[in-house]
């Protein structure tokens, strides 16, 4: 099944349904402008009705990670915290995640208990900010709505974020870094500007402990092919590159010419500066598969590409002839 949410015309009954999530909706009857306001609700019952799908499509599924789970709890994990797929499973392991959600989901139907008592004294029910706003002001807020919620996000998580768009903003294919967060090209240059403005680029990153790929070895050595490495030393100098099978590509992510082209385990190639950029945020670049670690990259060169070549998944690559 595809990861993606399902539409909302692929209705899908199960435990979830419509009326049990009126608690996360916002009120919208003061609106002044009855055009906007007729749009925001339509647009936002199609958008639940697309995410209760989702739930109940994966219900059983998800059931099984988080037996105490209930079908709100995933709701709100969709809705307010905007996972997807791939993201709840990692999430609803996480004890931390899963307390934070019960009081959310807790706090929220106390709310719409209160609004509901509320409204039926004589009150009116609270409703949007909107209503103060000019109707392109509410369009645009409405837009807003569909972004990322930054303080939403735990502080393990916006880390990683501002590290990975501040490393590989000005080097990486804009559509390739919103597709590793699973964002929108919109959505992730909204969150990088807005990441700008909290001043979070120019923040001092901590000091972090060099990864073994990294280490200086020395008083070991070994043979191969008659030519004395040492431990710890790629096969080939990169500077060297009548070893590089690929002199003449890119590589696929940067658009930068091969240097010391790497293959991981299940077949994909990057450039080895690539390859230690992404993976030190435990991130696959293309997703499809596990977390991949330096030690399991192998070094494509000229005498083992043949062995290779097959096995490559990402790019029509054919070897360097002279």
């Known amino acids: 099944m595809n990861s993606c949410m399902l539409s909302s015309a692929q209705y899908i009954d199960g435990p979830l349904k419509l009326k049990d999530v009126e608690c996360f909706k916002a009120s919208f009857i003061n609106m002044p402008d009855e055009q906007t ?120 998580y916006y880390n990683k974020v501002v590290r990975i768009l501040k490393d590989s903003w000005d080097d990486m294919d804009k559509n390739v870094l919103a597709e590793s967060f699973k964002w929108t090209l919109e959505q992730c240059e909204f969150i990088y500007e807005e990441l700008k403005k909290r001043n979070a680029f120019d923040q001092p990153q901590k000091r972090r402990r060099k990864s073994k790929e990294k280490r200086t070895f020395t008083g070991i050595m070994f043979i191969k092919d008659g030519i004395t490495h040492r431990i710890g030393q790629p096969l080939f100098d990169p500077i060297d590159q009548t070893q590089n099978p690929l002199r003449g590509y890119c590589d696929p992510l940067t658009n930068l010419p091969f240097h010391r082209p790497m293959i991981c385990p299940y077949g994909y190639v990057l450039d080895y500066d690539t390859w230690r950029n992404r993976l030190q945020y435990h991130l696959h670049p293309y997703q499809q598969v596990p977390f991949t670690t330096m030690q399991s990259l192998t070094d494509l060169t000229v005498k083992n590409y043949d062995e290779y070549k097959d096995k490559i998944r990402n790019a029509p690559f054919s070897k360097y002839i002279e």
């Open 37 to 156: 306001r007729k749009y925001v609700e339509r647009f936002n019952q199609d958008l639940f009705q697309r995410r209760i799908n989702t739930v109940n499509a994966y219900y059983k599924q998800w059931l099984k990670i988080w037996p105490q789970g209930t079908p709100l709890h995933f709701f709100a994990a969709l809705n307010t915290y905007k996972l997807t797929v791939p993201e709840m499973e990692t999430n609803l392991r996480d004890e931390g995640f899963k307390r934070e959600l019960i009081a959310f989901v807790g706090a929220e139907a106390d709310k719409f208990k209160q609004k509901f008592q509320n409204s039926s004294s004589g009150e009116s029910p609270k409703y949007s900010p909107l209503i103060d706003l000019s109707p392109e002001d509410r369009l645009a807020a409405i837009k807003r709505s569909q972004m990322p919620d930054i303080d939403k996000w735990t502080t393990q």
